[in-house]
């Protein structure tokens, strides 16, 4: 079956605390990205990556790190998390430059306290 | 600022009723326009797309949108709309950064509730 899959799908945490959220895609697709969820403010991108070794930055950038080593997986790294980045993020990947449709993992929900 | 704008933020409707929900966005060049759907608990998925072409157009569980590209719009419609489609509905545009990526950013999101 087709699917971007994430985890954990909960966490809870405190604030400084490094953590990591792994995704990982069964498409072969080549574009991959990060979102959070916030009410009222729909999706926001975080980062989003082309291919292998390749990331940009989205829209909302700052406290998130990411990195494309292989192309099924695209962590997302919190060195130091704070407050507010408890958020819902979502995972997805897209074939070639991402330009088409989106596929969307399940999401995860973060509680930093 | 480019952005994307979803005009209803909560809506509430019965059975059977008609629905639009409004999006607009403010990018130049080309675009590709999705609504995508997101039912309590589950994650997003795609209802329809716009990428060329009929600037009507279809999409899964009888809803579909229409590009009015002078007006810079792309709203949803559905003729009757049922109790299941309580869900929240999002709007987005892809477009290409200056880096010739692709980047999607969301409308805030429209709350429907179809009271039974």
């Known amino acids: 079956e087709a699917q971007v899959t994430q985890n954990p799908r909960y966490l809870i945490t405190v604030t400084g605390k490094k953590l990591t959220v792994t995704c990982s895609q069964n498409?072969?697709?080549?574009?991959m990205s990060w979102y959070r969820q916030d009410p009222g403010l729909g999706l926001r991108q975080i980062y989003y990556?082309?291919?292998?070794?390749?990331?940009d930055k989205g829209d909302v950038p700052e406290g998130y790190k990411v990195s494309r080593k292989e192309k099924r997986n695209f962590p997302l790294i919190l060195e130091s998390p704070s407050p507010n980045q408890t958020s819902l993020y979502f995972c997805?990947?897209?074939?070639?430059?991402?330009?088409?449709?989106?596929?969307f993992g399940p999401g995860t929900r973060l509680t930093v306290t | 600022a480019q952005s994307v704008s979803q005009h209803n933020h909560h809506v509430i409707l019965s059975e059977a009723a008609s629905l639009e929900l409004g999006c607009n966005y403010s990018?130049?060049?080309?675009?590709?326009l999705f609504w995508y759907v997101q039912y309590p608990g589950q994650h997003l998925q795609l209802l329809l797309k716009?990428?060329?072409?009929?600037?009507l157009v279809k999409g899964i569980k009888g809803f579909e949108a229409e590009f009015i590209k002078s007006k810079f719009s792309f709203n949803l419609r559905k003729p009757s709309v049922q109790w299941s489609d309580t869900a929240e509905y999002f709007c987005a545009v892809n477009r290409t950064n200056n880096n010739a990526g692709n980047m999607l950013t969301f409308g805030g999101g429209t709350r429907l509730m179809v009271k039974p």
């Open positions: 498409m072969n697709h080549e574009y």
């Open positions: 990556s082309m291919n292998v070794e390749v990331t």
């Open positions: 716009y990428f060329s072409g009929d600037p």
């Open positions: 990018y130049g060049g080309t675009v590709n």
């Open positions: 997805a990947s897209a074939a070639g430059t991402g330009f088409y449709e989106q596929y």
